[in-house]
Nanobody, 116 residues
Framework: EVQLQASGGGLVQAGGSLRLSCAAS????????IGWFRQAPGKEREEVSC????????YYADSVNGRFTISTDYAKNTVYLQMNSLKPEDTAVYYC?????????WGQGTQVTVSS
């Protein structure tokens, strides 16, 4: 069974940090683009960061560039999102995603709430 299990969300004060983890089972990250999306109440889901396993290219949304860092542990089939200098506008449900042509997997989401 294919699963992406996200964890690490929580409540933090503005300026604080959290690290999200997403462990994959039932498949490996080979040839996938692995990333994090988020969805705030009343807003569309947006891509926050992505890493391409084949060449290591990394994307960050402008809103998080310089504050968030994506990384992967291919031995553990796990992707991380280190989030520093958190802002109230980072409050959202964060979803991990793994995709390649013909395949698109989503985790269950983890809530991140940043208080001002």
């Amino acid at each position: 069974e294919v699963q992406l299990q996200a964890s690490g969300g929580g409540l933090v004060q503005a300026g604080g940090s959290l690290r999200l983890s997403c462990a994959a089972s039932g498949f490996t990250f080979d040839d996938y683009a692995i990333g994090w999306f988020r969805q705030a109440p009343g807003k569309e889901r947006e891509e926050v960061s992505c890493i391409t396993s084949s060449d290591g290219n990394i994307y960050y949304a402008d809103s998080v560039n310089g504050r968030f860092t994506i990384s992967t542990d291919y031995a553990k089939n796990t992707v991380y999102l280190q989030m520093n200098s958190l802002k109230p506008e980072d409050t959202a449900v964060y979803y991990c995603n793994a995709r390649k042509p013909g395949w698109d997997y989503w985790g269950q989401g983890t809530q991140v709430t940043v208080s001002s």
